[in-house]
């Protein structure tokens, strides 16, 4: 996907060949204003831009692929509606460059900030669902997430690392893993969690533990998990 030029002051987006010049330039200009601005800023375009979004997405996914269940759509959905996707789509359309941030924000690089680029290319879909109804709006989603559909990977390798432990385990009859928390450190402000793994015994081995440290408890379970399905993949290989 190429990037040609995103006008804010003109009301016009052009994206990869889709031109559109929005009725009202303010609707677009307000797409692209974050709240540290001032009042009149993106956050309820971005609501609105989210729930068209993931609904665009999921009737895409649903076309493409007729043959996947319930859970393995939603962890496609998921992958491509996360912050770090359309941050990554952002930064592409140099949205970045049009944003109207505090003072606060632009001296911190908040332009290049994930969470606020996602956030505004939520409010853009939002401002043009507002400005020229659901087909142009459909019509950007489509254009901004195409190539990304076709480079989705397999659904199982989306699913998150307790998932696929869990699965890995019973596939083999074997317990299910119980996570603990081991100890939590740091001030208030950048708190650490050490969380064990901990996988009952079986008639092959005994019981094991994998022990991982991050900055939230459910990362920590995640790290955890991902060492011990690491551990007992090298285990099976032949």
Partial sequence: ?????????????RIAGLARRFRDPELFARALTHRSFG?????????????????????????????LDEGDLSRMRASLVREATLADIARQLDLGDHLRLGSGELKSGGFLRASILADALEAVVGALYLDAGFDAARELVVTLMRERMDQLPDPATLKDAKTRLQEFLQERGQGLPDYRVVEESGADHARRFTVACCLPADQDREPLEYIATESSRRRAEQAAARKALAGLEAESMP
């Fill in 39 to 67: 009042r009149d800023n993106n956050e309820r375009l971005e609501f609105l831009g989210d729930a068209v979004l993931g609904m665009v997405v999921a009737e895409l996914l649903c076309q493409a692929h007729p043959e």
């Fill in 1 to 13: 996907m190429c990037s040609d030029s995103t006008d804010a002051a003109g009301g016009e987006i």
